[in-house]
């Protein structure tokens, strides 16, 4: 019979040496490490472009958000100076009125007109004394 444990030379040459067993490892190791790495790279490059895309998309509409919102504020700035315009005018008209009323009541009250205006007078010196 033949022992289980005992291995011929022949078996011994068909097992890898341990030295052999290492320089694999490292071999496998290195390959597997450039792998990974070349692999990382590549999702970093897409990562990249990714967020390229999505700050020149965000570029795009802030640029066109702003150009609405300048657009939107010439139209109200205009509607806003158009009404101005308009109330001014009626304003300046109004004060004409008043201003003609007020010297056609002087010409036909002329007393009147100047004890109001000599009471307005005291009642505006009083004031400021104060």
């Known amino acids: 019979m033949s022992d289980p444990i005992a291995i011929t030379e022949e078996q011994l040459k068909d097992i890898p ?8 490892l490292r071999q496998a190791a290195g390959i597997k490490s450039r792998e990974i790495a070349q692999s990382a790279e590549e999702r970093a490059q897409l990562l990249k472009d990714s967020a390229a895309q999505k700050a020149q998309k965000l570029r ?3 640029g066109e958000k702003a150009s609405q919102f300048a ?14 315009g308009e109330h001014w005018e009626e304003t300046r008209v109004k004060a004409r009125e008043i201003q003609s009323d007020i010297e056609e009541y002087v010409r036909q009250h002329p007393s009147k007109s100047i004890l109001v205006a000599a009471g307005v007078g005291f009642l505006l010196g009083l004031i400021v004394r104060r």
Do not use: M
Request: proline share 0%; net charge negative.
């Open 17 to 24: 040496s341990t030295e052999q067993a290492a320089n694999d």
């Open 60 to 62: 795009n509409f802030a």
């Open 71 to 84: 657009d939107v504020a010439g139209e109200k700035a205009s509607q806003f100076a158009d009404v101005a």
